[in-house]
């Protein structure tokens, strides 16, 4: 027998072997025949290696039917026994094959389209340092990786390995897939795994709705790749390859993307549910998929003021478009108009009164929209000049309350999101900048020296020698706190699952560890005069190695605990957590910002720390801690109705300096009572700059950014279309505002469902003239009327559903102040005229009456019940037309 029949043999041998590994539990009936499928282990000379799924990966250096060229020199089969405990197996990725030269990997396929899948994982081999691993690769015309650092992407991405998907449309067989050198002195190529697997070539559709142009465009899907960006079982666990008629991995971690405290609640359908896939499409999605997903609450006077809303980190570049194929299946109703709710993408509302059962009927032409699986595509670009930090693409579910179906709710099955090439047919985005802190080493060279360069280069060795010296003498002299600069040059970000665009925003903004001064923090953007640079020996010394004892609290970032300086200062020490839901990005906003901002009325930071992979920051200590804690929940005496109306205004005055003190002005973006901090004689400060943006340009009217905030004081104007203003701070404060004056959570479950929502509840009790339903019992009789309604009149106006409705900060600083001398002036005429008991009567036995313009009150029955008490809340037309004039009138800020 010849060696080209055993060879032969040996083929149809592996592709037998192949194919019946490759079956799965819905492969029966698909339309779909899965026909070239290669799993190769890179640097492998076994010809069977079997994954803990079951799937068996053949070794390059024994596979027929596959070439490798690897230029004029040899490649390298490389092996490791150490296992990153992270990594998903052993196989492919403890073995790889390194080249010093372009060479390509050539797969026998049949034409059509095919999932091509590289990965990733350098390890430390021989004289080959994994930070030099650089690689780009492209099919035919097509770059899908350019010079990229595997090393760096992998610690950019948070991962402990890299693994990149494309769809390749191969029109001439075979598929040849070339790789070459990175653009660095010294690099190579470290392969572990190439899979290649064939798909349906009607998975993607040939023409997208272009969200953001309104149009269906056809970008010539034929000969487009396409790099999958992400893919998640929403709601559900994670889907492995095995268990995909395509061998894909859906995530089910879809929570790490969710922007706000809205998660929703997760829908299961029992397992012996059959999913029904509308035109046969069997290989869309698993039935796993669709059996699972992510709906809204129960509640729908909560749902109606919220979202579900996801942000998903891409490439700022405008010349990238993105296909978004959002997956459904109603499994729960059984009929129409359940619930139906619109659909945004980057602020652009793509469906409108999307009705899931119904549309899974139009598709199938069926009259039953029950457990039918299907999916719908859009596509959609960024705009020019987006940074790091805004480059993301935000899916928002929005129940619709207009059609009046019977539940305010959304769901979402599943989701995928795929990067198109450009025209220049390159799928490479803008790299990260090489300044993360990995350092390359340098390559030693061999070049002789001409005689003329002799001498040169002896003065230059002398002095080379000198500044040696020097340095060595400098580092044995130098202050012990500098030593640890070694390792802050390293520093890492939180590893915070799912953070690569914080991580992104931090690197492209140049604040690297080579760009950092002596202390290990940021040379350029943090004046040493303004904020102390310290090391983490200093900051777990003043606070006895973060004694559990000095905790002062926990909010989103981490614990916060009490320290001292070393002239005795009491400090509040914030230090970040790798369980928090903020990373990088929040920390370095809010150095850059209260490095630059100084005012009474917002906390000073002290100092920061970046040092052996910390993120902490040091502020002055608020000695009587959040307001919050002063209105429920802790027992702390009552807050008189004058000290509410003062830290509101100081809060104001704070915010009001945000949006007017700087050009563009900032916004704050997380307004609510734990931000807002009392000292020692209760002065309000306002606090947690992380999530601050930028206000808009001159020229335009928001700034469009993913949305994040707190759950119960977020704009719902900026919930739905995700276009940031500094009325969004004021719909906050009107929250705020009315948290004070009612004593109560935002959100409170244990209530009836028309109460749960202190905003939505408050307004309807304004309108009825039912203030007395919500108001703090202790405050009953302590107030002016005419305090008290200009002050309910100012909340009010806070919280229009549109930003336009609403009154600047100023105007609302106006307000409040005018509140307090309202206030003061009721108080001394109530005393002018001697009525006693006006503010120490036991609110038990007390009720309201109205005489002249102030709440008195007089005894009464000890039977009669608290809560048959009325206010009468009702405001003359005198009264109304004062309190509109106030909110049309100018207000000069600098007067302020």
Not at 586 to 601: A, D, G, I, P, Y
Not at 765 to 782: A, E, R, T, V
Request: aromatic share 8%; net charge negative; proline share 5%.
């Amino acid at each position: 027998m010849t060696k080209v029949k055993m060879d032969l043999i040996k083929v149809l041998t592996l592709l037998l072997v192949l194919a019946l590994a490759s079956k799965t539990p819905y492969t029966e009936g698909a339309s779909f025949a899965l026909i070239d499928k290669y799993l190769i282990d890179c640097g492998s000379i076994s010809d069977h290696s079997e994954d803990s799924d079951g799937r068996v990966w053949v070794g390059d250096g024994s596979a027929s039917g596959l070439i490798y060229l690897a230029g004029n020199s040899a490649s390298v089969e490389a092996s490791t026994d150490i296992q990153n405990p992270n990594l998903p197996d052993r196989v492919p990725f403890l073995s790889a094959r390194i080249f010093e030269t372009p060479f390509s990997y050539t797969f026998n396929v049949t034409p059509g389209r095919h999932w091509l899948r590289l990965y990733f994982y350098p390890f430390a081999f021989s004289r080959y340092d994994p930070r030099l691993a650089f690689v780009t690769v492209s099919v035919a015309s097509v770059v899908l990786i350019k010079n990229m650092n595997i090393s760096r992407e992998i610690e950019a991405q948070n991962y402990a390995y890299l693994m990149r998907e494309f769809s390749i449309n191969v029109a001439s067989p075979p598929l040849s897939v070339s790789f070459s050198l990175g653009q660095v002195n010294g690099s190579f190529i470290m392969l572990n795994g190439i899979e290649v697997v064939s798909m349906p070539d009607d998975l993607f559709a040939k023409s997208i709705k272009r969200v953001d142009l309104s149009v269906k465009i056809t970008p010539g899907m034929d000969s487009t790749a396409l790099q999958t960006m992400y893919r998640l079982n929403v709601g559900g666990q994670t889907v492995k390859a095995p268990n995909d008629d395509l061998f894909r991995l859906w995530m089910g971690s879809d929570e790490e993307f969710i922007l706000t405290a809205a998660t929703g609640v997760t829908d299961l359908a029992s397992p012996d549910r059959v999913i029904g896939y509308v035109n046969n499409k069997t290989y869309a999605a698993p039935q796993a998929v669709y059996r699972t997903a992510r709906s809204m609450t129960n509640d729908d006077s909560v749902n109606i003021n919220s979202n579900l809303t996801w942000s998903f980190s891409v490439d700022p570049d405008p010349d990238f478009m993105y296909y978004i194929r959002l997956h459904f299946c109603e499994f729960v109703y059984g009929q129409q108009n359940m619930r139906a709710f619109d659909i945004f993408i980057n602020s652009y509302l793509v469906e409108h009164a999307f009705d899931v059962y119904a549309q899974a009927m139009v598709l199938s032409d069926d009259q039953d929209g029950k457990d039918k699986g299907f999916f719908m595509d859009y596509a959609v670009s960024l705009p020019s000049n987006v940074t790091w930090d805004e480059s993301n693409i935000v899916i928002t579910l929005h129940p619709t309350n207009f059609t009046q179906p019977m539940k305010f709710n959304a769901l979402l099955n599943g989701l995928e999101m795929f990067k198109l090439n450009d025209s220049s047919g390159n799928l490479q985005g803008p790299l990260p900048p090489l300044s993360s802190g990995i350092s390359l080493p340098e390559k030693s060279s061999s070049h002789r020296v001409l005689k003329p360069q002799i001498i040169g280069a002896a003065v230059g060795v002398a002095g080379l020698l000198s500044l040696l010296i020097v340095g060595c003498l400098w580092c044995t002299c130098r202050p012990k706190k500098e030593k640890n600069k070694g390792s802050s040059q390293t520093w890492l970000p939180l590893p915070l699952y799912g953070s690569s665009d914080d991580t992104r925003s931090f690197l492209s903004k140049g604040s690297s560890a080579s760009a950092k001064s002596n202390a290990g923090s940021y040379a350029s953007s943090t004046p040493s005069h303004l904020c102390r640079h310290f090391t983490f020996e200093e900051i777990s010394s003043m606070t006895n190695n973060f004694d559990e004892g000095k905790v002062l609290g926990v909010g989103g970032f981490g614990k916060v605990y009490e320290g001292v300086l070393e002239d005795g200062t009491k400090v509040a020490v914030k230090r970040g957590s790798t369980h928090s839901g903020q990373g990088v990005a929040e920390f370095q906003t809010e150095v850059e910002l209260l490095s630059k901002l100084r005012h009474h009325h917002l906390v000073s930071l002290v100092g920061h720390c970046e040092d052996k992979k910390e993120m902490i920051l040091v502020y002055d200590c608020m000695a009587n801690g959040p307001l919050r804690d002063h209105l429920y929940g802790t027992g702390l005496p009552h807050l008189s109705w004058k000290q509410r109306l003062e830290i509101c205004i100081g809060a104001a005055r704070g915010l009001h300096y945000l949006h007017t003190g700087s050009a563009q002005g900032i916004i704050h973006r997380d307004v609510k009572t734990t931000n807002i901090l009392l000292d020692e004689k209760f002065v309000a400060k306002v606090s947690d700059f992380g999530l601050s943006k930028t206000g808009p340009h001159l020229d335009e009217t928001h700034v469009s950014t993913a949305v994040k905030g707190s759950f119960g004081y977020l704009d719902p104007e900026y919930f739905r279309r995700q276009q940031l203003t500094e009325k969004s701070d004021v719909y906050s404060f009107g929250v705020v505002l009315m948290e004070v004056l009612c004593a109560r959570p935002v959100i409170n479950p244990s209530l009836p469902r028309d109460e749960i929502n202190l905003a939505e509840w408050a307004m309807k009790c304004l309108k009825k003239g039912m203030l007395d339903q919500i108001i703090d019992p202790y405050l009953l009789g302590n107030i002016s009327r005419a305090s008290l309604n200009r002050f309910a009149e100012t909340a009010e106006r806070c919280l229009q559903e549109r930003g336009i409705d609403r009154p600047t900060m100023g105007d609302v600083l106006w307000n409040l102040e005018s509140c307090l001398q309202l206030h003061k002036s009721s108080l001394e005429k109530s005393l002018d005229e001697c009525k006693p008991g006006i503010l120490d009567l036991p609110i038990q036995v007390v009720e309201l009456s109205k005489l002249d313009d102030s709440f008195q009150v007089k005894p009464k029955d000890n039977n009669e019940s608290h809560s048959n008490t009325k206010v009468n809340t009702s405001v003359s037309e005198d009264s109304n037309s004062s309190i509109s004039a106030v909110f049309s009138q100018l207000v000069n800020p600098q007067g302020r």
